[in-house]
């Protein structure tokens, strides 16, 4: 069997590219899905296994909110945005992940012995 190429995301990292997506303004699932592939220059992909959970759980946690609206196909969907609680999410998150980053890269940048 052939190992994929595309990379898994992190426990917690999902939860911080939604909530980057979703202050950018009011979006439903599969734009989200959307802005976070192309903003990843097509690299992450989100299934909607993975999304649709995110989102009711970030929506339980208070770090957005839903409303129903039409699609750009007239189509109804939910629009999730975020909250003050999700602003103050995503910085927090943020600073976990540039920790953890900075972390991995001084990791691969030492030479193996």
């Not at 911080?16 to 097509?42: C, F, K, M, N």
């Not at 649709?52 to 409303?67: F, K, N, Q, T, V």
């Not at 196909?73 to 920790?99: M, S």
């Amino acid at each position: 069997m052939a190992k994929s190429t595309t990379p898994t995301l992190l426990q917690g990292t999902l939860d911080l590219l939604i909530l980057h997506a979703v202050s950018r303004g009011p979006l439903h699932g599969y734009a989200i899905a959307q802005t976070i592939h192309l903003l990843s220059d097509e690299v992450l992909t989100v299934e909607e296994g993975s999304l649709y959970p995110a989102l009711y759980r970030l929506e339980l946690d208070g770090a957005i909110c839903s409303s129903w609206g039409l699609s750009d196909n007239k189509r109804k969907a939910r629009f999730y945005a975020i909250t003050r609680r999700g602003q103050k999410l995503i910085a927090e998150h943020q600073g976990i992940w540039e920790r953890l980053s900075s972390a991995v890269d001084r990791v691969l940048a030492r030479e193996p012995r």
